[in-house]
T-cell receptor
Framework: SQKIEQNSEALNIQEGKTATLTCNYT??????LQWYRQDPGRGPVFLLL?????KEKRKERLKVTFDTTLKQSLFHITASQPADSATYLC???????????FGRGTSLIVHP | EADIYQTPRYLVIGTGKKITLECSQT?????MYWYQQDPGMELHLIHY???????EKGDLSSESTVSRIRTEHFPLTLESARPSHTSQYLC??????????????FGAGTRLSVL
């Protein structure tokens, strides 16, 4: 069955450092991969989308890579700030069904 | 901030009551979705709609029902609430186009507690 794996342990980093979150998937051939941010008690907020034929996407301090051979995406936040503390969800959708499947997310805690 | 609104934000209700969770979006999106999420867990799709008068069940079996009479409105109803329905319910919408239909815009959610 399709499976999305995100590190269940929280990632603790110091302000100013680069945070790197990982999303691995199995039994899936996604056409699109997305990253969302979710704050406690709130709905997810879309951050970035990358297509299967793209290696890297950037938006301000955010960078996403997508390696379909390794079946992995990396999500980087450079110059991290305490306000970046949240849970980050990876989501995959295929070309046929645009409805994404979400991972459980990884909690990021940025310490001042 | 996405223009998608859910009410109520919090609801505490007794077993056996009928409840309706409201969801409205002002973006003109044709596709709308309902997810259920427990703390620390994945979002599970329970219902979705391609447009007016279209509704489909999602991957997670749910005793709830939905309707889509207007493009902007996608309410979810539980005829008889039970403690097992206690969860966070998230409504989302997406637009048209190859990229846009893959991007979901979420409401703030309704936290439901059934006693």
């Amino acid at each position: 069955s399709q499976k999305i794996e995100q590190n269940s342990e929280a990632l603790n980093i110091q302000e100013g450092k680069t945070a790197t979150l990982t999303c691995n998937y199995t039994n899936y051939s996604p056409a699109y991969l997305q990253w969302y941010r979710q704050d406690p008690g709130r709905g997810p907020v879309f951050l970035l989308l990358i297509r299967e034929n793209e290696k890297e996407k950037r938006k301000e301090r955010l960078k996403v890579t997508f390696d379909t051979t390794l079946k992995q995406s990396l999500f980087h936040i450079t110059a991290s700030q305490p306000a970046d503390s949240a849970t980050y969800l990876c989501a995959l959708s295929s070309g046929g069904s645009y409805i994404p499947t979400f991972g459980r997310g990884t909690s990021l805690i940025v310490h001042p | 901030e996405a223009d998608i609104y859910q009410t109520p934000r919090y609801l505490v209700i007794g077993t056996g009551k009928k409840i309706t969770l409201e969801c409205s979006q002002t973006m003109g999106h044709d596709k709308m979705y309902w997810y259920q999420q427990d703390p620390g867990m994945e979002l599970h799709l329970i219902h979705y709609s391609y447009g007016v008068n279209s509704t489909e069940k999602g991957d997670l079996s749910s005793e709830s029902t939905v309707s889509r009479i207007r493009t902007e409105h996608f309410p979810l109803t539980l005829e008889s609430a039970r403690p097992s329905h206690t969860s966070q319910y998230l409504c989302a919408s997406s637009g048209t186009g190859d990229l846009a239909k893959n991007i979901q815009y979420f409401g703030a959610g309704t936290r439901l507690s059934v006693l």
